[in-house]
């Protein structure tokens, strides 16, 4: 099966490309700061390992993307590595930002460091992610990773829109079913597309092409968001046994819950009382499921699943790496719900 | 008198690349993100002003030293948005991770609008910077866009570094005199060092003009460091009347403290028994300067001055900036102590 072979190739090249990024911010007496950086990527300290790690979806998804174009995979490795920190340096922030205690079954970094020393650490990763991503002109033209650069420059701008959307939501009681996309679109979506785009970019990609990945990527990230609400909700995990892992519980303002917030019945009656308990899950979960909100977010679901393949239709990949993005996608996208 | 006919010059051009900059955070339903920015740089707000938007030292320096190299002040502007944002991003984040409620007379950004949004204010903040310098490309190389790009990267990776050594020296008892400079230059000396540096490199000058500028800005700000711990004990703020100004109090490591607890005498035994309260404060700096602190703090301040201003003569400043930059330097080393 070419994804599992490709992905076995890319990943130990991958961990040491981000090793390579992150030794830049060693020096005398930061052995700290450094530590903090290797935690947080699952290299050190307790429980360090592939669960710690995650599963590197987004740079796998880039160098897929550039052979897929017709590039030299080991030529976008800076740019991989660069995603992969950002996404990690947004992690960090948003634990704080989120006051979450745990991260890939560990205690997040302000928990074990305290919250100036991680607000710190992020910032390092967020420069020393920039400073990996400039290491493309050993292979690349000046005016390309210029380019680059530039788009993960907005991607991140993009990122601190949907986290500020997010956290202003928490305090909105008026949120419209439309509220949601420009959220999800900065929280995820917005690095899934730039991550298929640069892939194509260090490809040399012609500009057609090289939107139809970003299309695709952006496509699939907002389809993984709402296949993740779904499953947040009537997924084995939140529904059966294990009320503790739904998204009720949380007050997540999910697309199922903003459906029902829009509906105007029984469920948003429920919710404008306060904080929903877990007993309460299962009823609640199935009342949603009655007013509609399983249908439309599961046909949301759908339809950008569709847009996703579409546009990656239109990319024409090639070769085992176009084979393997294709069953990416699917793998990606036919969770079980 | 040059130095001020510059400024003059200068600063609404700067501020309104400053603008500029600032408003790629505008789109639908981010008006609050937006007016966190314009509040801390001082145009918004309750007193906004030229007090609230702070001297904007770091841009001057830029362009001065840009026209000094013969090079065109205006090609510059993006460079000096950018530091002055990198400033400002700093400072949002120091705010946080120091619990200072105040910056230049009004209330800080997580004070007024919660710690998660200054955070994620900071870091929108830091794109928007980054941003900004890549409009360099309009007037230069793509190679020397890519190496300003590179440049400023690597100070922001300095900066954390500084604030790691700040917050990590807040627990540490055993401290010695030279954990001083790794500090400061971090914190202070790195970020002056890259504006005259960036500078240079915008007016195109030859690598050893660019690497005089450097040498200028690094210990002009290393100076300008000492001093202000110099005002911060005996200055007339921190002396008389009004000893709460006194950087005793708030239990900072400055260079003539850190002097102090080198010579473990009676300072440094008093400091070892916990916070210093406001009647001790003129005690503890006449004896503080008993056992030399002053004099060697002095010397330092003089022995940087002296460094600065021989780095600025080997880079052969040119024309009425290049006066103007001398005087720049007097100004700010010759402040009263």
Known sequence: MPLEQLVQTFLPAIEEELHKAIAKARGP?????????AYHLGWEGEKAGPEARGKRIRPILLLLTTAAAGGDWQNALPAAAAVELIHNFSLIHDDIEDNSPVRR?????????????AINAGDALFSLAHLALLDLSQHTSANTTLKTSHLLLETCLQLTRGQYLDISYELRGDLTLQAYWPM???KTAALLGTCTELGALVAEAEAPVC????????????????LDDLL???GDAALTGKSAESDLLSGKKSLPVLFGLSRAGDFAARWAQGPITADEVPFLASQLEREGAHAYTRE???????EALKALERAQPQGNAGEALQLLAHKLLNRQV
Chains 1, 2 share one sequence.
């Open 29 to 37: 007496d930061m052995d700290l700061l450094h530590h903090m950086l």
């Open 105 to 117: 079954g560990r205690p997040t970094l302000w928990k074990l460091w305290g919250v100036p020393q």
């Open 184 to 186: 999800v679109n900065g």
């Open 211 to 226: 939107s139809a990945y970003q299309e695709f990527g952006h496509a699939l990230g907002l389809a993984f968001q709402v």
């Open 232 to 234: 947040g909700i009537w």
């Open 300 to 306: 949301c679901a759908n339809d950008l699943t569709e």
